[in-house]
């Protein structure tokens, strides 16, 4: 194999999918040579970028923690819009709804109140007065926060794209990297089908091939396939309007442990569907070979648990499909310098609650490759830390 004629880069990127594409356009505006590498196509389906929408919420009930980082990462997202010309970023509201101990409803609560978000707690009676739609249980409770809504993936990576061509990164598609090594020197060489390439700096970005590229560090990783589903709610019942972005917001419910799921509004005409699916299924996989086939038992499933909310969720399904989600044992993120290897930086942000911090982890990336640190506080991601070891699974 020979290799590929293109010189020696400041840093690779490998993987251009939401925190890859984030971080090389970060890195290419900040004046590096930057090569990305993806294996395949821009704004693709196989991985974990895409399916038409993703929830942005601040009223974080995995851990306030995350606040400030989100804080940050809507500054993103508005700027991001602005200065792409996409339609990316859409604030409906969030409501996140559970009995009064559940970790939706509960940890929500605490996380607003903790940083001083603007929210309201609502009984089931007032949930059901302001959106129709929905139907919880009667002991259940929502908090609401205005400053939450969806943004679009597919739209969010080819702006991040674009802007890193425009910035004069260097893109490379359908070339998946095979592996990689350090160099004496201290810099890196990754090797592809095509060839060899060098650089001073790496980045692994690779949502659920991540955990291969990084196997020599034994992390407890675990990609798991997920199902997501697009139905068609019964508008005799319930008007049209009544399911749209303009009157029905992002949710999140988990009430009595009847498992948690999430959806969104109707944002692409009465045709379009309504889509939702269960937090988490922890069903593993292999990115490689996994099942991108959704049954018919999975779909039902799926629309039974939902109905527990929306009753009136009785119309066809409009379509389906998978995607993969790459957890950590403790479920926290894993962004920061290799152990044994600070020459690469290491970004697996899925966790199934990553993408709403695609602006901020690309800001993240870019200061730990340029400085060695950023301002963000992201000790609880460091990938040293004891619960990420072989001997950690998650829960």
Known sequence: MSAVTGGHHDVIVLGLGSMGSAAARQLAARGLSVLGLERFWPAHDQGSGHGE??????????????????????????????????????????????????????????????????????????IRARFPAMDPADHAFGLYEDNAGFVRPEQTILANLDLAARHGAELRYDEPARSWRGTPGGGVEVVTDQGTYGADRLVIAAGAWAPGLLADLGLALRVERQVVGWFTPDFDAVPYERWTSEELPVYIEETDLNRDIYGFPMVDGPAGGMKLAFFNTFDPADPDTVDRTVTEVEIEATRTRAQQLFPHLTGPVVKSLTCLYTTSSDRDFIVGAMPGSPQVTVASVCSGHGFKFVPVIGEILADLVVSDATAHDIALFDPARPSLQPSARPS
């Open 53 to 126: 929408t993703r929830i942005v919420r601040q009223s974080y009930f995995e851990g306030a923690a995350y606040v400030p980082l989100l804080r940050r990462a809507y500054e993103g997202w508005h700027e991001l819009q602005e200065t792409s010309g996409r339609d990316i970023l859409t604030l409906c509201g969030g409501l996140y709804v559970g009995d009064p101990e559940s970790k939706i409803f509960k940890g929500s609560r605490l996380a607003a109140e903790a940083h001083d978000l603007p929210h309201e707690v609502l009984d089931a009676e007032q």
